[in-house]
C-alpha cells in the first residue's frame, strides 16, 4: 500500500514493463562512444534517429535538433497534460556513452547482452537504462491514451559525457524555446537504492534522491621554458615545472565542507542505522566506509577534488620540450569556486599558467515539495518499506545546463538494487551492467511518479 493508501501490485506488469529490457538492450548495441573530440565521437545521430521512431510509432510528434554539430542528435517529444496552466515536467536522459574496451569486458561492451539477470552493455548504468525506462514510459502513454496531470516534455539528449557544450548547454543557449512551460526536470543520477543494516538487526533500503551535485571544471595545466638539447645541463624544464605542479595538487587534500544536502543524507543514514558521522575529524573518510561503496561518492562530497587525468609533453627523447601541458578533473562544491582557486593557485605555483577547458556550476536545491512528495510516494508504492533521502552527487549531469533556465532538478532514475551489487562501480567501470528485475521495478515507479506529478 503506498503512503496515500494506494494498493500497488509490485509485480504488475504493463506494456512499458514488458519491453523495458529490450529497449535498454537495442540502446546499448548503438555505439554512441563520446571521446571528447567531437572528429571522432559516433552513434548519436542514428541512435536519436531510433528513440524518434519508436515515439512516432507509438503516435507522439517529434523534433530532431542536432546541437551546433553535425551527428549530435537530440530528440523532443511533448505529451500534453489535464492541466496546460501547470508548469511541465521534463524527463531527460543523455544518449552518449564513455568509450570502453573491449578486451578487458566479459561481454562485448555494445553487445546489449541479456544473460544471469542483468542487461549487460556500455551505458547499462549511465545511463541508457534510464533512457529506456522513459522511452517504454513514453510509449505506453501514448498508445493507450493516458493523460498525466501536466506537460511532460521527454528530452533524450547528446554529448553530457564531455561536458554537455554540445548537449544541453548548446541547446539552452540556442534552443530556449524548446524548454518552454518546462519549471521542473528529473534524470541522472539518483533514485537507486542502498541497503543499510537497521538497529535493530533489520535492513533497510534507502532511495537516494540527488538534490544538489559539484561543479564541473575541467583544466588545462601549462608549464613553458626553453627547448633544448637533452644532453645538456637545464636549469629549468617544462616537464619538470609541470610535474612537480601535478604532483602537489594531486596530493593536495581539500578542506572539508557540509553542505546541507550531505548533512541530511548523513543524518538519515544514522537515525536508521544507528552509525554516527562526524565531518570536523579528520577521519571521516573511515567513518563513511562503515558505509560500503557508496562511500567512494559520499567522501567525494565533503570537499573540493582536483584529479590530473591526463600529460601531454614532448616529441622525441632527445630533445627538452618547450612546453608540457596537463589536464586536472575538477569537481567543486556549492559556494566553494573562489577559494577553491586560490588554493589551485598556489598549490602550481606562478610558472605555471592555468585555463578552464569546460567549467559548469555547481547546483543544488531543497529536498521538499509537491514533486519531492511524489518521488516519494512512487517509491513507497512499490517498496513500502523504503525510505527516500536526499543526497549530492560527487559528479555532474545536463541539470546544470537546464538549471540556467530556472528549471528545478532533481536525479530520480529509479532502481531497486540487490544490496551486494557495487553499483557506483559501474559508472564508467569494465562490465557495466543493470539487473532486469531492477529496470522492471524502476519502470513502475517512473510510471507512477509521472501519473502522480
Same mark, same amino acid.
Given at each position: 500500500?503506498?503512503?496515500?493508501?494506494?494498493?500497488?501490485?509490485?509485480?504488475?506488469?504493463?506494456?512499458?514493463?514488458?519491453?523495458?529490457?529490450?529497449?535498454?538492450?537495442?540502446?546499448?548495441?548503438?555505439?554512441?562512444?563520446?571521446?571528447?573530440?567531437?572528429?571522432?565521437?559516433?552513434?548519436?545521430?542514428?541512435?536519436?534517429?531510433?528513440?524518434?521512431?519508436?515515439?512516432?510509432?507509438?503516435?507522439?510528434?517529434?523534433?530532431?535538433?542536432?546541437?551546433?554539430?553535425?551527428?549530435?542528435?537530440?530528440?523532443?517529444?511533448?505529451?500534453?497534460?489535464?492541466?496546460?496552466?501547470?508548469?511541465?515536467?521534463?524527463?531527460?536522459?543523455?544518449?552518449?556513452?564513455?568509450?570502453?574496451?573491449?578486451?578487458?569486458?566479459?561481454?562485448?561492451?555494445?553487445?546489449?547482452?541479456?544473460?544471469?539477470?542483468?542487461?549487460?552493455?556500455?551505458?547499462?548504468?549511465?545511463?541508457?537504462?534510464?533512457? $529506456?525506462?522513459?522511452? !517504454? =514510459?513514453?510509449?505506453?502513454?501514448?498508445?493507450?491514451? *493516458? +493523460? @498525466?496531470? /501536466? %506537460?511532460?516534455?521527454?528530452?533524450?539528449?547528446?554529448?553530457?559525457?564531455?561536458?554537455?557544450?554540445?548537449?544541453?548547454?548548446?541547446?539552452?543557449?540556442?534552443?530556449?524555446?524548446?524548454?518552454? $512551460?518546462?519549471?521542473? !526536470? =528529473?534524470?541522472?543520477?539518483?533514485?537507486?537504492?542502498? *541497503? +543499510? @543494516?537497521? /538497529? %535493530?538487526?533489520?535492513?533497510?533500503?534507502?532511495?537516494?534522491?540527488?538534490?544538489?551535485?559539484?561543479?564541473?571544471?575541467?583544466?588545462?595545466?601549462?608549464?613553458?621554458?626553453?627547448?633544448?638539447? $637533452?644532453?645538456?645541463?637545464?636549469?629549468?624544464?617544462?616537464?619538470?615545472?609541470?610535474?612537480?605542479?601535478?604532483? /602537489?595538487?594531486?596530493?593536495?587534500?581539500?578542506?572539508?565542507?557540509?553542505?546541507?544536502s550531505v548533512a541530511?543524507?548523513?543524518?538519515?543514514?544514522?537515525?536508521?542505522?544507528?552509525?554516527?558521522?562526524?565531518?570536523?575529524?579528520?577521519?571521516?573518510?573511515?567513518?563513511?566506509?562503515?558505509?560500503?561503496?557508496?562511500?567512494?561518492?559520499?567522501?567525494?562530497?565533503?570537499?573540493?577534488?582536483?584529479?590530473?587525468?591526463?600529460?601531454?609533453?614532448?616529441?622525441?627523447?632527445?630533445?627538452?620540450?618547450?612546453?608540457?601541458?596537463?589536464?586536472?578533473?575538477?569537481?567543486?562544491?556549492?559556494?566553494?569556486?573562489?577559494?577553491?582557486?586560490?588554493?589551485?593557485?598556489?598549490?602550481?605555483?606562478?610558472?605555471?599558467?592555468?585555463?578552464?577547458?569546460?567549467?559548469?556550476?555547481?547546483?543544488?536545491?531543497?529536498?521538499?515539495?509537491?514533486?519531492?512528495?511524489?518521488?516519494?510516494?512512487?517509491?513507497?508504492?512499490?517498496?513500502?518499506?523504503?525510505?527516500?533521502?536526499?543526497?549530492?552527487?560527487?559528479?555532474?549531469?545536463?541539470?546544470?545546463?537546464?538549471?540556467?533556465?530556472?528549471i528545478r532538478c532533481?536525479?530520480?532514475?529509479?532502481?531497486?538494487?540487490?544490496?551486494?551489487?557495487?553499483?557506483?562501480?559501474?559508472?564508467?567501470?569494465?562490465?557495466?551492467?543493470?539487473?532486469?528485475?531492477s529496470l522492471e521495478?524502476?519502470?513502475?515507479?517512473?510510471?507512477?511518479?509521472?501519473?502522480?506529478?
Amino acid at each position: 500500500m503506498s503512503a496515500t493508501g494506494e494498493q500497488v501490485d509490485p509485480n504488475r506488469s504493463s506494456r512499458a514493463v514488458s519491453e523495458v529490457v529490450e529497449l535498454v538492450s537495442t540502446l546499448i548495441r548503438f555505439d554512441t562512444s563520446n571521446t571528447g573530440d567531437p572528429a571522432t565521437t559516433q552513434g548519436e545521430s542514428e541512435c536519436a534517429h531510433w528513440v524518434a521512431d519508436q515515439l512516432h510509432e507509438a503516435g507522439f510528434v517529434t523534433e530532431y535538433v542536432e546541437s551546433g554539430i553535425p551527428g549530435r542528435g537530440n530528440v523532443f517529444a511533448r505529451l500534453a497534460g489535464a492541466d496546460p496552466d501547470r508548469g511541465a515536467l521534463m524527463i531527460h536522459g543523455h544518449l552518449d556513452v564513455v568509450p570502453a574496451e573491449a578486451a578487458d569486458w566479459s561481454v562485448h561492451p555494445f553487445s546489449g547482452a541479456v544473460r544471469e539477470g542483468y542487461v549487460w552493455g556500455r551505458g547499462a548504468v549511465d545511463m541508457k537504462g534510464m533512457v $529506456g525506462m522513459m522511452l !517504454a =514510459v513514453a510509449r505506453q502513454f501514448k498508445l493507450e491514451g *493516458t +493523460v @498525466p496531470p /501536466r %506537460d511532460l516534455v521527454f528530452a533524450f539528449i547528446a554529448d553530457e559525457e564531455a561536458g554537455g557544450t554540445w548537449g544541453s548547454h548548446w541547446l539552452v543557449d540556442n534552443r530556449p524555446e524548446l524548454f518552454d $512551460g518546462v519549471t521542473e !526536470a =528529473v534524470g541522472e543520477v539518483g533514485g537507486f537504492s542502498l *541497503t +543499510v @543494516p537497521r /538497529r %535493530d538487526g533489520s535492513e533497510r533500503r534507502l532511495y537516494l534522491v540527488q538534490t544538489a551535485e559539484k561543479n564541473l571544471s575541467w583544466m588545462r595545466l601549462r608549464a613553458k621554458a626553453r627547448a633544448g638539447h $637533452g644532453s645538456f645541463l637545464h636549469e629549468e624544464n617544462a616537464v619538470t615545472l609541470l610535474a612537480d605542479a601535478v604532483a /602537489r595538487l594531486g596530493k593536495h587534500t581539500f578542506p572539508l565542507v557540509l553542505s546541507d544536502s550531505v548533512a541530511e543524507f548523513l543524518a538519515a543514514v544514522a537515525e536508521e542505522t544507528g552509525l554516527q558521522f562526524d565531518p570536523t575529524q579528520p577521519d571521516i573518510e573511515g567513518q563513511l566506509a562503515k558505509l560500503g561503496t557508496i562511500s567512494r561518492i559520499v567522501g567525494a562530497t565533503l570537499r573540493d577534488t582536483a584529479n590530473p587525468t591526463m600529460l601531454k609533453a614532448g616529441y622525441k627523447a632527445n630533445v627538452i620540450p618547450q612546453t608540457a601541458e596537463a589536464v586536472v578533473d575538477c569537481r567543486v562544491l556549492p559556494g566553494r569556486q573562489e577559494a577553491f582557486e586560490r588554493e589551485v593557485d598556489e598549490l602550481i605555483g606562478p610558472d605555471v599558467e592555468r585555463e578552464w577547458i569546460v567549467k559548469h556550476d555547481s547546483y543544488a536545491t531543497t529536498f521538499d515539495g509537491d514533486l519531492v512528495e511524489a518521488m516519494n510516494t512512487a517509491v513507497l508504492a512499490h517498496d513500502p518499506q523504503a525510505r527516500t533521502v536526499p543526497f549530492m552527487l560527487s559528479g555532474g549531469t545536463d541539470a546544470k545546463a537546464f538549471a540556467r533556465l530556472g528549471i528545478r532538478c532533481f536525479g530520480f532514475a529509479p532502481l531497486q538494487l540487490p544490496a551486494e551489487l557495487d553499483f557506483s562501480a559501474l559508472f564508467h567501470g569494465v562490465d557495466e551492467r543493470v539487473p532486469v528485475a531492477s529496470l522492471e521495478f524502476g519502470t513502475r515507479v517512473l510510471e507512477h511518479f509521472l501519473l502522480h506529478s
